[in-house]
């Protein structure tokens, strides 16, 4: 399960670093609840949900494959995108406040990965 772990724990990191960045936007805004009117804590709110709502389902669907055998070069390639969407889709909602190629990029490498996950978990399952 070392992939996974590996996987897990960075998408943890970068959980954080974007939690993090909501946090202080909460306090330099003063907004304890939503993101009132400010477009820039909506899209820190929403880089940090977005990881979130994708990186579950992958971790589970990583895990699942490597406790099947699957091969550790596929399933680090495919964490590897996995990872490299979110980074740049983080990136672009947190830490700039116009980044459409970061975003799009890094919303089709997620989906790419999440694609691939899904595939190769099934193949694998189904052999």
Known sequence: MLITTILSATIAVLLLI???RVIASRRETETSLGA???LRLERRIRAQANLTEYAPI???L???AEMQDGSDLVLSLISALFVAGRVLHGYALSFS???P???IVGMVATFAALGLAAGFSLYIALS
């Open 36 to 38: 009132g009117d400010n």
């Open 97 to 99: 406040d116009k980044s």
């Open 58 to 60: 992958f971790i589970i």
């Open 101 to 103: 190629v970061g975003r």
């Open 62 to 64: 990583i895990g699942l």
């Open 18 to 20: 974007l939690s993090f």
